[in-house]
């Protein structure tokens, strides 16, 4: 559960892979969300990955103390098994990462996440 040292505050993690709370941590997907309560009032704070990120699907950085971020650098600290993700771009070049961040008033369903990121893939093609 994260608190982030918010008197009140709570929440859970999932992601597209049905990872849950402290297992999120570090493990690739779609899109991650943490739905918790504020005030008694349910919210939930998704992130969702472009799949032509480079690194797609990004690792999540999510801790039950409130820290949540995408990480598609950094793979092989995740996951040892993995190649390092040496990614780089030549000077004078740009690189776009692509991030959807969703806020809702209530919690949200993989169905519902899995349709956002579906939509989201669909646009910057």
């Not at 650098?73 to 040496?86: E, H, I, M, Y």
């Not at 690189?95 to 008033?105: I, M, Q």
Request: glycine fraction near 12%; charged fraction near 15%; hydrophobic fraction near 35%.
């Amino acid at each position: 559960m994260a608190n982030a040292g918010s008197p009140g505050a709570s929440g859970v993690y999932l992601t597209s892979e049905g990872k849950t709370g402290d297992q999120a941590w570090g493990t690739p997907g779609r899109w991650c969300t943490l739905t918790g309560s504020i005030e008694k009032k349910v919210v939930t704070v998704a992130i969702v990955d472009h799949p032509g990120n480079p690194g797609y699907p990004t690792y999540w950085h999510a801790r039950g103390y409130g820290l949540f971020a995408a990480n598609p650098l950094g793979r092989k600290v995740f996951d040892p098994s993995k190649p390092a993700f040496n990614y780089t771009i030549d000077k004078g070049q740009t690189a776009t990462f692509r991030y959807r961040v969703l806020l809702y008033s209530h919690t949200v369903t993989p169905q519902e996440m899995n349709h956002e990121a579906d939509a989201f893939a669909a646009d910057y093609h």
